[in-house]
């Protein structure tokens, strides 16, 4: 119990749940079954404590996770989301970005991880796990530190961002103010990789194009 809520061992769950991704594994499905005793554990411990008025002890519990690092489902996602649908230049980008930004919104990627696709992609793998990694060390630095109040509660995962971060932390706004930074900030990361693999959609619906007037 102890090692599951230290920052190495936030940054190894989240890399290894990034990875199986990455192959198409449902990572959740794997990491998360092992890890989840260790993170109810955590949080019953946070939700006494701020129930008796005591100082929260825990900051790696499984709402950290939720609103904190996988905003928009595994990986960040919601900045890749954005991105499609904002400032996409192909025509299935575009469509992509329609199809996969609402469920986005509500933490369901799987448009995104199958749709662009992640899985299998060497451009769009890169920040698929450094995102995550990043967020995880920025929220965990705010919420040590004392700048974000630590976790409290299970909120619904399918709530938007910032109202699932103000309800997970026990009404913090400062939590929801730290998921809307973390959105920016996954647009920031994956802006680079989906510039280079938008490019690439689009120079091969050019060529799709000149190959039909040919023939």
Do not use: C
């Amino acid at each position: 119990v102890s090692a599951s809520y230290s920052l190495p061992s936030v940054l190894v769950i989240i890399f290894l749940v990034m990875f199986f991704w990455t192959f198409g594994i449902h990572g959740w499905s794997i990491v998360g079954t092992l890890a989840r005793p260790l993170w109810s554990t955590l949080i019953d411990v946070n939700t006494a404590a701020a129930a008796a008025g005591e100082a929260i002890p825990h900051i790696g519990a499984e709402p950290f996770y939720q609103w904190f690092i996988m905003i928009g489902g595994s990986g960040t996602t919601i900045g890749l989301a954005i991105l499609f649908l904002l400032r996409s230049k192909s025509a299935y980008g575009k469509t992509l970005g329609k199809t996969a930004f609402i469920p986005a919104v509500f933490n369901i990627n799987e448009p995104m991880i199958f749709g662009a696709p992640i899985v299998l992609n060497p451009i769009l793998m890169i920040p698929f796990v450094v995102t995550p990694m990043v967020s995880a060390t920025i929220a965990w630095f705010f919420t040590s530190i004392g700048w974000v109040g630590r976790v409290v509660a299970i909120a619904p995962w399918t709530l938007p961002g910032p109202i699932g971060a103000y309800l997970a932390t026990g009404g913090d706004w400062r939590g929801a103010a730290l998921n809307i930074f973390l959105i920016l900030l996954s647009v920031v990361i994956y802006y680079p990789f989906f510039k280079m693999y938008d490019n690439k959609l689009k120079a091969e619906e050019s060529a799709d194009v000149e190959n039909t007037e040919i023939a």
